[in-house]
């Protein structure tokens, strides 16, 4: 995977906002991204671009992922969202993020002015990262293209606003059930193509917004649904989504417990010391090679979000056989 690091929280900021981007730099989010497209007025982006490039080179992101989502390649402001970001601020940023992706040519085009861009100013070519956001149907039939179409490619990210108007889904609230749907969710489809597709391609997948930025309750009910099948994050709107964030997209104290202890058991009983077992009991649950590659997804998970272990495994006693 090119990016390790936890993308749990992914902090919206509009771009042309200097008082909330400077408070977005002490927030706890994994990562922030710069907004030129929504968020942002068509009058206020060209000031925004500037807004933005002072703001990646004036520093204290900490550990955050600096991202600045441009606009859709079809509008007449993309190329120079990315022009005068990635000229003004290159070295300090860490991807792109493209809005709208139908095509793996959208990719390739902004992969290719990306590099020029880098050779021309002497960067490190390849270093910046490129998010690709799926929000209409045309993107997510052809997401597989998409998420093969650049070594710069980090995340696919699902747009469900956009996404939502593009197939006629009957309901007004962004990543909520539509009226009359009853059984299973409408979003499954989606969210699990687009899944398929990051994983394929070992790439991050990311949720996109819950606009009712006041109901955390909500937020962790839809957050959770992404989070159990395998989503490694979500966007957050406002400050008091991102706990909520983080911790959806953790696993339990338990669960990484449960995934190291695995991974310890394994790993000694399947040594010379441990018998050279391939399928033992711990505790009650019999473990093997599948059990360790399941384990080895929450525990790097753990790991990467900082956690320790509570509840700590041995190996068993050996029986003196002389007493």
């Not at 819950?210 to 309750?217: F, G, K, L, M």
Request: charged share 20%.
């Amino acid at each position: 995977m090119r990016s390790t690091h936890p993308r749990r929280s992914c902090l919206a900021v509009p771009g042309s906002s200097p008082k909330m981007i400077e408070k977005a730099k002490g927030l706890d989010a994994d990562q922030v991204f710069l907004d030129l497209e929504d968020a942002c007025a068509p009058l206020a982006k060209p000031g925004a671009r500037k807004t933005i490039v002072s703001a990646l080179n004036e520093g204290g992101w900490g550990s955050k992922i600096r991202v600045v989502r441009v606009n859709d390649l079809t509008t007449r402001w993309t190329y120079r969202d990315v022009v005068e970001v990635v000229e003004g601020a290159g070295q300090n940023l860490d991807a792109i993020m493209l809005p709208k992706v139908q095509s793996a040519a959208q990719i390739h085009w902004l992969d290719f002015t990306l590099t020029q861009i880098e050779k021309t100013l002497g960067f490190e070519v390849g270093r910046i990262g490129i998010e690709a956001q799926i929000e209409d149907a045309a993107g997510l039939i052809n997401v597989d293209s998409i998420a093969a179409a650049s070594p710069r490619n980090e995340t696919i990210i699902f747009g469900p606003a956009d996404f939502m108007a593009s197939i006629n889904m009957k309901s007004l609230v962004i990543g909520e059930q539509p009226p009359g749907y009853e059984i299973g969710d409408a979003f499954h489809y989606p969210l699990m193509r687009i899944l398929m597709a990051a994983r394929a391609h070992d790439l991050q997948a990311i949720d996109g917004p819950y606009v009712q930025i006041r109901n955390v309750d909500g937020f962790r009910v839809v957050a959770g649904r992404s989070a159990a099948l395998g989503f490694d994050g979500k966007w957050v709107l406002h400050p008091g989504q991102i706990a909520a964030a983080n911790q959806t997209f953790n696993p339990t104290q338990h669960d990484y417990d449960h995934a190291e202890n695995i991974l310890d058991a394994y790993r000694w009983f399947t040594s010379e010391a441990g018998g050279r077992l391939g399928a033992v009991m711990l505790g009650d649950e019999m473990i093997d090679e599948a059990s360790r590659k399941m384990a080895l997804v929450v525990s790097n998970q753990g790991r990467a979000a900082g956690m320790r272990r509570i509840d700590t495994w041995s190996p068993p006693v050996p029986v003196n056989s002389a007493s």
